[in-house]
């Protein structure tokens, strides 16, 4: 199905996605990866980097970036791009299918949100990022974790127009390895809300748990695979 649904109709599904929903908020699973990435932003230690943003959306992230260089956004969603490129001048938005975009420059960090299941040749995909790196340049990446979702997760069946293909963590690794070193690959966000995990991931079971031991509870989890999105930091090879 992915590789056949048009792009006007997936460009169509995700102006109208970004318009009802990150146009109007960030849920807490978007908050935490973004915290990941400025994490590994501020551990590179530049404040001058040249940064792309696939799969950009609503540009709800795309100002946080902007703090480490310079970057260029882009999207699929071209009505939704239009507004982001009136509220946050400063920063380039390309719109349009990333496969069919060519870009001048060579970027030191691509950031790619929650992209990677919407796309249909994941391969492809992800090769065409690193064309666009420099040698030794670094992919950030979030993505939905398969095992949770399929399992332990309540979701609903795709709509017209939304590709969606998971995957998990080995099968990240696989995708990333022909271009990408992966320096860091993991999962957080506690969005399970199915049999065991649910209880697991449950707030009011897991706060006075928390109140004793902090955050570190939430890490094991993050460690043992057993969250929403995984996260990979890889480096070009």
Known sequence: MSAVTPIPLQQRYWNQWNASTREKAIDERSIRQAKVVC???????RMDLNIIEVGCGAAWFTPQLARFGCVTATDLADEVLARAQQRIPEVEFVAGDFMGLQFQA?????VSLEV??????????L???ARHLRPGGHLMLATQNR?????FSRVTPPPPG?????VDQHELRTLLHPQFEVLKLYSVTCRANRGLMRLIHSRKVNWPVRALVGDRLERLKEAMGLRW??????RKR
């Open 39 to 45: 994490e590994w932003l501020s551990a590179l230690g």
């Open 106 to 110: 060579d970027f030191d960090v691509a």
């Open 116 to 125: 990677l299941p919407h796309v249909a040749d994941q391969s492809a995909f």
């Open 127 to 129: 090769a065409k990022i």
């Open 147 to 151: 095992p949770v979702l399929e399992r």
């Open 162 to 166: 939304e590709l969606r293909r998971w």
């Open 229 to 234: 999105t995984l996260m990979a930091l890889a």
